[in-house]
């Protein structure tokens, strides 16, 4: 979009806010239907609800596919098999085209977003845990696990690590227990997602893990990525493609040795897999896959300055990577299409966002725990990470501009109704 046509769109934004910020704090609550639990032990209905919620426009509670298909903005893909999906341009909120983006379905382990979200700022990056047997207890049969070992140290990083590359259950308990226990961790992620106005989820343990009653929607998981990149840290960790976590200690000619093994992102369109390439400008966010939810995906990409997000919820075609290869065709479309198509909706902003800050405890970079000591670019740390966790040459740059996106923070939201990313993507030279 051309600079003058940008500037304008910017001061009929503003011309709006007052209008806005009495939308944004009006209660939702009447839009989002109560969740039907879900049992553990059986599969979702394949029809969606009639009663959707309607939060971030009216179509968006419509069943079926919405999108405005005008002269110029090409044609939805057709083989599209997911039970839901959704795709946002990240900054406006614009909703470019969905599929029963308010269904109530089971998230698996991209509710980790909301976990993150919610508990991430809490703790610095280095502070260490000393991993105790009740640290471990009440994970689900067969959860997906990092390999944590009981009576071993691991530093809050190398646990986020675990969360978001290996979809880690033990990484996520040993948080929440840090947090003050998993009872207290749900009833915040509960809190969390009201305030992000994320009606439609329900919580029940902070992991995905399947659970009756535990629901989320391809819309509020949209939500939580585009709250959950506001932060440095969570950019971060979401991006790294690989990396040394550390292992068990043995003794070796009577000294004590720790040594580490390699956890490489499940993410497929981060990482790459023999069916799957890695999807140019991709920068996370997270997958998941449980008997309940199917596969599930929520990503971010970057494209000739246009960030995207795009949520695929359980694709009944089960082919292998079927999740990622969906996804993928909806962010080609959505980069094709963004600017030329017409918005069915939008991502609503959090109840919070009249606040210096949409989430306690975040610094202007997101950065967990307030630490703002370093004076690095982003870019050139991200980069120096990448290559300590064995990423060189396909991990992501995560660069703030300076100037550019100088305000973070709900209190933007008021102003123009725009959620500034940092620039995030800006992939690395591959050899």
């Given at each position: 979009m051309p600079a003058p046509q940008q500037t304008i769109r910017r001061s009929l934004l503003v011309l709006s806010a007052a209008l806005s910020s009495l939308a944004l704090t009006a209660p939702l609550a009447l839009a989002a239907p109560t969740p039907t639990p879900t049992s553990s032990s059986a599969s979702p209905t394949a029809t969606p609800p009639a009663d959707m919620s309607s939060v971030g426009g009216t179509r968006l509670g419509q069943a079926g596919t919405q999108v405005n298909l005008t002269s110029g903005v090409p044609v939805l893909p057709k083989d599209l098999t997911a039970r839901s999906w959704i795709v946002t341009d990240a900054e406006s909120g614009d909703v470019l085209a969905s599929h029963n983006a308010h269904w109530r379905l089971p998230p698996a382990s991209t509710l980790k977003m909301l976990f993150a979200d919610t508990v991430l700022p809490t703790f610095p990056s280095t502070t260490e845990h000393k991993v105790v047997p009740s640290d471990l207890a009440g994970m689900?049969?067969?959860?997906?696990?990092?390999?944590?070992?009981?009576?071993?140290?691991?530093?809050?990083?190398?646990?986020?690590?675990?969360?978001?590359?290996?979809?880690?259950?033990?990484?996520?308990?040993?948080?929440?227990?840090?947090?003050?226990?998993?009872?207290?961790?749900?009833?915040?992620?509960?809190?969390?997602?009201?305030?992000?106005?994320?009606?439609?989820?329900?919580?029940?343990?902070?992991?995905?893990?399947?659970?009756?009653?535990?629901?989320?929607?391809?819309?509020?998981?949209?939500?939580?990525?585009?709250?959950?990149?506001?932060?440095?840290?969570?950019?971060?960790?979401?991006?790294?493609?690989?990396?040394?976590?550390?292992?068990?200690?043995?003794?070796?000619?009577?000294?004590?040795?720790?040594?580490?093994?390699?956890?490489?992102?499940?993410?497929?369109?981060?990482?790459?897999?023999?069916?799957?390439?890695?999807?140019?400008?991709?920068?996370?966010?997270?997958?998941?896959?449980?008997?309940?939810?199917?596969?599930?995906?929520t990503g971010v990409a970057e494209r000739g300055g246009k960030v995207l997000l795009v949520t695929v919820m359980n694709p009944e075609k089960h082919e292998h990577n079927e999740v990622y290869k969906e996804a993928a065709k909806i962010l080609d479309w959505g980069f094709q299409a963004d600017g030329k198509v017409q918005p069915v909706g939008e991502l609503v902003a959090p109840k919070s966002a009249g606040q210096s800050s949409a989430q306690p405890g975040a610094t202007a970079t997101g950065e967990a725990g307030g630490d703002t000591s370093s004076k690095r670019p982003a870019a050139s740390s991200s980069a120096s990470a990448a290559e300590e966790d064995g990423s060189s040459g396909v991990g992501i740059a995560l660069a703030i501009i300076g100037g550019l996106l100088v305000v973070l923070g709900g209190g933007v939201f008021l102003v123009n109704r725009r959620w500034p990313l940092p620039d995030l993507v800006r992939r690395r030279t591959r050899p």
């Open positions: 689900g049969a067969g959860s997906s696990l990092v390999g944590i070992k009981e009576g071993e140290s691991y530093t809050v990083r190398d646990l986020w690590l675990g969360v978001f590359l290996r979809s880690g259950n033990d990484a996520v308990h040993v948080l929440s227990h840090m947090y003050g226990g998993i009872d207290k961790t749900v009833a915040d992620m509960n809190a969390h997602a009201q305030d992000l106005q994320a009606l439609d989820t329900h919580v029940v343990t902070p992991d995905g893990y399947d659970e009756p009653g535990q629901v989320s929607s391809a819309y509020d998981l949209t939500l939580f990525a585009r709250s959950g990149l506001q932060k440095k840290d969570f950019r971060e960790y979401c991006s790294t493609v690989s990396a040394k976590f550390p292992g068990e200690t043995t003794t070796k000619k009577g000294k004590s040795v720790r040594g580490t093994f390699d956890i490489r992102n499940t993410n497929r369109l981060l990482s790459g897999d023999s069916d799957v390439s890695v999807y140019p400008g991709i920068a996370g966010v997270k997958n998941g896959n449980t008997t309940n939810a199917g596969a599930t995906f």
